[in-house]
């Protein structure tokens, strides 16, 4: 009587950790099935699906439907970062075009001797020069830094893409209730989560 009775508590146990009812699908607007299935996942972010004995509440489709998900935030992230690098790199190119046309208008009319007729000797256009030498060096550093920039946004994107795919994930997760899910489909996000956030993006944030 006693085996028995610890025998139905253990399956009372395991079927309330399996549930498919699960309120992050519902955000996403993705159907489940109403059991958990064997299925091996084709969602590289999504490994526990593969491994996991406890199945999944997605079928093949629903699957292809969260990697499709997920690779629409990898566009959404790789769109926001194209854009904004065409935007610098035009603004580079824009004033580097411009103070080149400046310093070459400028050139050519010292050479025309209307400076020296002026009052502008060789040695204020040395300070031009130098000028110049300087700009070149601040375009240089500013190459530099846009170069680091773009490395830090990519490890962010990177670890954000991650954590963002891992809750997208969580809508075939059959044992949803104990990963931090809320009943309202809101997803608590663990003091590791943030941490992985801190680190890998907090240079690119500054």
């Known amino acids: 009587m006693i085996k028995s009775t610890i025998f139905f508590a253990a399956l009372l146990l395991l079927s309330s950790a399996q549930n ?80 080149e046309a400046t310093m070459d208008a400028y050139s050519e009319i010292f050479e025309l001797d209307i400076m020296q007729q002026a009052g502008v000797d060789e040695g204020e256009m040395g300070e031009m020069d130098q000028f110049m030498e300087e700009f070149e060096k601040g375009m240089k550093e500013a190459r530099e830094a846009f170069t680091d920039f773009q490395s830090n946004r990519a490890q962010c994107y990177r ?34 989560t943030c941490a992985r956030i801190t680190e890998s993006c907090f240079v690119f944030a500054q």
């Open 20 to 99: 498919c009812d699960n309120p992050v699908a519902d955000a996403l607007e993705i159907t489940l099935e109403a059991d958990p299935v064997t299925l091996g996942s084709n969602v590289e972010y999504c490994p526990f699906l593969a491994d996991s004995d406890d199945g999944s509440c997605c079928s093949a489709d629903t699957l292809q439907e969260v990697a499709d998900k997920v690779e629409e935030l990898k566009d959404t992230l790789q769109t926001m970062a194209g854009e904004r690098d065409r935007k610098l790199a035009k603004a580079f190119t824009s004033i580097r075009s411009n103070m």
């Open 159 to 192: 670890e954000m893409l991650d954590i963002q795919a891992s809750a997208i994930c969580l809508a075939c997760n059959p044992n949803w209730e104990t990963q931090g899910v809320d009943e309202d489909g809101e997803i608590s996000i663990a003091e590791g």
